[in-house]
């Protein structure tokens, strides 16, 4: 005696991670996090996925044999990466798929885009997302040492008093140093 068992729905991508997206770090090599899931077939999702990574040999994922694909390389490098996969179940049935992201390294320091002046404060305007510190010492001095300005991210608020120098420094979430900007003003 054999049962015959039909496939009532096709094998389905349910979701997936990375695709279209950029990741940005401080250093290489890069760890990155792929997953997929699956869906219908003929045991609800339940497939065995292997992939291709930017055209090189076809691997099985790390872990896979249920509705949840995973996978971690340890090992990338800049740039843009391609992953081509496929998932078949115990019926044949197969989905195919393909999910593309970036990796950025960012190795520089914020830049101080603008400076202006709004009544008694300093307006800093940073290029990335920063903090920034200054000293009216020297260029020179000890970010840590340094007085913090208020605000995160883009926008950055200090207060100002004509007549002094004002050395101001940022810092990215990598902890990259932009350059040293002397800010002074007149009566």
Not at 63 to 79: F, K
Not at 102 to 110: A, F, H, W
Not at 151 to 177: A, Q, S, V
């Amino acid at each position: 005696i054999y049962y015959i068992q039909k496939t009532t729905t096709a094998l389905g991508i349910g979701s997936m991670t990375l695709n279209g997206t950029t990741i940005y770090v401080a250093s290489e090599p890069v760890s990155v996090d792929f997953e997929v899931s699956t869906n219908g077939g003929i045991d609800n999702g339940r497939a065995f996925c292997s992939y291709t990574l930017d055209n090189r040999r076809n691997s099985p994922f790390f872990e896979t044999d249920s509705n949840r694909h995973e996978q971690t390389w340890s090992t990338l490098n800049a740039g843009n990466h391609n992953v081509n996969f496929q998932c078949v179940d115990r019926a044949f049935n197969r989905v195919t798929g393909n999910a593309q992201f970036n990796i950025v390294v960012d190795n520089n320091g914020p830049l101080i885009t603008r400076v202006y002046n709004s009544g008694s404060s300093l307006q800093v305007v940073t290029n990335e997302r920063s903090t920034c510190a200054y000293s009216t010492s020297s260029c020179s001095f000890d970010f840590a040492s340094g007085v913090l300005l208020s605000g995160l991210d883009y926008y950055h608020t200090m207060p100002y008093n004509n007549g002094l120098t004002y050395k101001i420094k940022c810092r990215d979430i990598f902890g990259n140093m932009g350059s040293c900007l002397s800010v002074s003003g007149g009566y």
